[in-house]
């Protein structure tokens, strides 16, 4: 459990620290004959690089992706792809103060606990360009999974206390909408809680929903790798992430059974009925999963995101000599997480699928 | 992805289904010496084993265990640990109906969209009996972790609209309440709702919750094998587990980074300062996990349970030609699952800890 | 690496110790759909059980299987097999001797060095009854092989210095040959030599070979996780295997690259040319496998066996306190392991060449 | 089992094609705090570069390596250490003519047959330059191993007909001879060999001799995953090997008992005697592995390399038309593989011993 390395067969060896000369990820298992090119990276690349907007750091990185390997003639050769992205020269100089010390919220401890030394630079492989490798990963998930009518909607579904209203939703905006938030009405309030934190060196944080729609039923495991279980797994793994909940989630803490359960129906009955096809559900409570594998209806899960934990409010900590000392973080830092991890999350449920879809192959034996 | 193997080092390999000849598990890298016996086993199948009280499954079943393997002169050997529970003749009659329709909220759609057919004899590999061999291994782990200081503490938080007031927290009455309750107002009231629940019928959720005490400093791997993340993959795993969440969890959303953020303190400052014994939070809004690694405080998840499907309050669903048809659940079956799910989270965290510990092994050169 | 579990996809767990109350193995990933019945497994554990010849140990083991899961109505539900043989009440009295000292050429000296101590009766997990697990899972992999037109023919190449003649080759006889020699010839003489060993409490090696027709070009992973690279791992696996080679193996040390190329020809040409169906190689010296990948020839390999190392001619060696003492291996032993073991190298083979079709599948993108 | 990652805990991930932009390695799961440079690395590269005298291909390929992660100020942090080799314009021109048809002893047949098509330049992802990223990542692991005691002397035994005499067997001279035989006669007399096949456009055949010294008794595990199954899996995935040996090997196979097993001795006996450092045995006929554990000797194997498929002497093959033709391959290629294979043999094994050391950890309770 070395801990970069995701998948089981679409597997994924991410690598690289925030200010080291370059990170990226090799992707061992992707199947052959798949068009690929840098451009179908960097669009999501793009989509969670920094200096987007005045809610994300200013840091200019261009983050430009280049293949390595796994790709001749335009097409995926079923050998690793490895995809790098270059980091910019960085003013280490920023974090040389960090050093001295453990910033709360930060894993700046943790670190130190574990391996007794640490690379401070900018949090080292505990910055959030860890997901650039995750990323770029899953951009080549989500073009395998289009293939198979697999679309995934990932968004904002609150930041602080504001809601979306899910009768606003409109989908066309979430991409463009500088807090990836469906709901223009949320977006602008969003922004303007987010105005006043930032002015008081804080930040918030939020909550992202996914659905996944197109996946057949029956895909996941029955006991440990259910499909919720890996999905929980992958997300869970993305930094900041507290939490997360398929369908009612923890409502179902409250609801009974007549109400949790979701009817079966049936666009057609007798001999043409097809079970694969022409079953759905009449409410879809369990979120697309039940006993671990999909259901045919749309996968629905919720994480929450903490605060972004850099805040120059000052804060009480401890330095490397255990003496208590009052911190204020400086840098440019993103007064909420949220925005630019839709993408993450994204990815790492791509990910999660096309693996599902391909340890399922061979599942039965076709007559 | 076959599905019904858990682990990177301490494997454990679950088999059997609920009207089978029997199930169990093998315990594929337990470290040799350590004192067990099939007591050591039962005490924790005991806590799971239905008719406990009137809120759990009156079927007669004994799930008395039998070490197969890997035990010499009791104690471990360092080779698989095999452990068996026979199935008492089940009356398989119970079962034959249900094998022409999808239950609301059961996985018989699921198994059959994914294989085309299921052993639908009391749900098959989909029961709650699939527990029995995570709560054998789980045994195996918390005795395992007793040696290094590590203690579970697992219990219900909720029962439907019923929340245990931590002021009343008593820890000893959490194996002997009914409803694995560490409040007695809580579970009087929760056993009333209950009552009135079964009388109708119908069945309800709830929360468990689980703190981990002891963990050192360090633990886990910095990026998908975060700890939390780990934990999740293993508590998601369980059928009926619908969500799962870290310290203040779902909470963070509304929260900004000055109300999360822990600041760290330090028992003792200067030359004698120790890190990894010395570092306290003063909060614990985290959990006890960042980064994805302890923190050194107590690791605090919570899970949400959905209400038991099988109700014998009329449904509708569809049978095997797709035609719509109104059902009624038969059969003996939990008002609540909560209870008897308490000691499988408790097993499946303890399961994952154990790992975790195996696999940071050898994570630094000690000179 | 707990190491034992076998296999990517279709995994097995195997478990039991020689003189345990019963030796097992879990079967996670088989396909569903396969009809199964104790007997497709019996056939293959009476083919490894003692007692068969003079040329097998007496002990009276019936090693008469049970399944207790995974299948349903005579077919495999795509749940995890588990598959046990109980021990029948062992002369432990037999081994009390030998917990004292290390036999040569037995693991007693490295479990004792790796654990601290040893389950001893009868080699413990050593003894050569752990493969009870391999080949009852090895009986459901070479049925499902069958149904994709793969057959794996195994046999005795040579014991001690008696080969057979490729002359006289008779397939027909090899389960039924006392030695498992295709050969009656050379069986004969070999038997002959085994009687004089036998007489001088000695015993011999030899030599199983293995051939696998049916094999579509393509299977096995480029770089790792070549074909012959994971069928090596699963027969050097096998205790007493000194060396495996494939096709002209060895051999090709002394060869020229003239020689040792095979020249690829074609049944057709022209419009109607398939590539995986019409190509053939005029020699075979590459013995199957090229790159890694199967090459559509017959998969050729031989192995060797090394010979009993329990035997009752005196030997030095050193007991508990480091004190050197001969002794005299007691018991009933065979004075050859190569018979037993040819089922045994079966059924490793047929374990890895159908994880090796399960991982092969979703390797390119069908349109 | 996508296949380019090798390990259970000591992970590496290999990637990249002969004329793709570069080659590279991810290693995740080094221990942190071992100090590295890329001169750690470059010197095992340079080992396996071509152009090291007129036996290897006089390609004008630097190799030279760069460390993009996993390693500050000099010391590894534990994170995953990505190192790549950018591969200098390389004159595809000179491969544009293989991509019709398949040439004799190459993958370039399987690779179609498994794929539908292939990265012909140079061999793509099965041209010798894919152990680039194994011989960087062994690199680290010798470091590794250094430390702990563990040397392995790796060395040509055979090319073609010449053997080396054990007689004259000078270690000093293996890295610096051109054929890497530790026995000057017998290299010139090979030297010779080699000249004459050079000039009929041929190639042979050779093998490879390993010896690791300092393995401590009890490492790898019982079933499975014996160390001596590991080594065979990691050296038979190296492109042209096509058998493996340890110890007596194949020559077991006409050996009996009496001969064949090592007698144990102690250096001390009585209240002093220490069980992992006082025994030794006799003999080693074994080659260092009992029970697929080490035992505390030499462990010592043999694997088998085919001769350069690649040979400028005409030979039958077939085009993808499937028509019969005659080709000679042109381009400039090694005579013998075995020199340059010898650092890739030493990086596999070298990997295979750091990764059963890590997942030796912790099999034993230490009180």
């Not at 919720?228 to 993305?238: G, P, T, V, W």
């Not at 208590?324 to 840098?331: A, D, L, N, R």
Request: negative net charge.
């Amino acid at each position: 459990m070395a801990g970069s390395i995701f998948g089981e067969k679409f597997k994924i060896s991410t690598w690289g620290e925030s200010h080291g000369a370059a990170l990226g990820v090799v992707v061992d298992g992707c199947p052959a004959g798949l068009p690929l090119t840098e451009a179908d990276i960097q669009k999501y690349l793009d989509l969670r690089k920094p200096g987007q907007s005045e809610y994300t750091t200013s840091r200019g990185e261009d983050d430009m992706v280049e293949i390595l390997s796994g790709v001749f003639e335009g097409v995926t050769t079923g050998t690793p792809i490895s995809m790098i992205v270059r980091n910019k020269s960085q003013r280490s100089a920023d974090y040389s103060e960090i050093a001295s010390y453990y910033r709360p919220g930060h894993a700046d401890y943790t670190f130190d606990a574990k391996y007794g030394f640490r690379d401070y630079r900018g949090g080292g492989r505990s910055s959030g360009r860890e997901t650039i490798g995750r990323v770029a990963a899953g951009a080549i998930a989500i073009k395998l999974l289009s293939l198979f009518g697999v679309k995934i909607t990932t968004f904002t579904k609150s930041i602080g206390p504001i809601d979306i209203n899910p009768a606003n939703f409109d989908e066309s905006r979430i991409l463009t909408d500088k807090l990836r938030m469906p709901d223009e009405n949320a977006s602008i309030k969003a922004q303007g809680y987010l105005d006043k934190l930032r002015s008081e060196g804080n930040s918030c944080g939020g909550i992202i929903e996914c659905h996944i729609d197109g996946v057949v039923p029956g895909l996941g495991e029955p006991v440990f790798d259910k499909l919720d279980a890996r999905l929980s797994y992958a997300i869970m793994s993305i930094g900041a992430i507290k939490g997360i909940e398929f369908g009612d989630g923890f409502d179902v803490a409250r609801m009974t059974g007549s109400e949790n359960n979701d009817s079966f129906a049936s666009k057609i009955s007798g001999s043409n009925f097809d079970l694969t096809t022409d079953v759905y559900k009449k409410t879809n409570h369990s979120g697309g999963v039940l006993g671990g594998m999909s259901d045919g209806s749309q996968i629905v899960f919720r994480c929450a995101v903490k605060p972004t934990p850099s805040i120059s409010a000052p804060q009480r900590t401890i330095n490397k000599n255990g003496e208590e000392i009052t911190v204020s973080i400086k840098g440019r830092h993103d007064p909420i997480i949220v925005p630019r991890a839709v993408v993450v999350v994204e990815s790492m449920a791509a990910l999660t699928i096309v693996d599902a879809m391909l340890m399922n192959m061979g599942n039965v034996i076709k007559s």
